[in-house]
């Protein structure tokens, strides 16, 4: 870990901070940097958005992949200021980053309320045990749209 890294990193921290200090949401901050430079950034504004994607890490991606346009960040560095929950988690191995530091953990965020454990849970079960029905309809249906995409020869690939 570097003096950058850790600037980066309050950075993060910062963001946390004034946007709960502006009640845009809960206390997390994200900042996306590629090459030394900042790219992107968020706080939580799931309340001030109605949005529950709206999570630091969300945002900060969606902010860094508008300013390089385009939907892969390859050589950026994610500095969250907590342990990401499982919705930012899958969110960033999808948006493809060098690499993830955060600040608090998932123990810390679930001593002052945000609980993600039960999501980690939830996640590990078959989906005929997850607390959410999940019930599988029309899967031949959605078989020929992806047979399509196999086939769709002017697709972007992710």
């Known amino acids: 870990m570097t003096e950058l890294d850790k600037q980066f990193m309050m950075r993060a921290v910062d963001l946390a901070r004034s946007g709960m200090e502006a009640n845009a949401g809960g206390p997390f901050g ?15 504004q799931v309340t001030s958005t109605n949005d529950p994607t709206a999570h630091a890490e969300v945002v900060a991606i969606r902010n860094a992949c508008a300013n390089l346009g385009t939907f892969q960040l390859d050589g950026c560095t994610i500095y969250t200021s907590c342990e990401p929950c499982p ?8 948006s493809r980053p060098s690499g993830i ?19 980690y849970r939830e996640l590990a079960k078959p989906n005929e045990e997850r607390q959410l029905p999940m019930v599988n309809l029309l899967r031949e249906e959605a078989q020929k749209v992806f047979a399509a995409w196999a086939e769709k020869a002017d697709k972007t690939e992710y």
């Open 101 to 119: 530091f955060f600040a608090g953990t998932q123990a810390d965020a679930a001593a002052v309320g945000f609980d993600d454990e039960h999501f």
């Open 30 to 44: 994200c900042v996306v940097v590629k090459d030394g430079t900042v790219v992107g950034e968020g706080n939580n």
């Open 87 to 94: 919705m930012c988690l899958g969110a960033i191995y999808w």
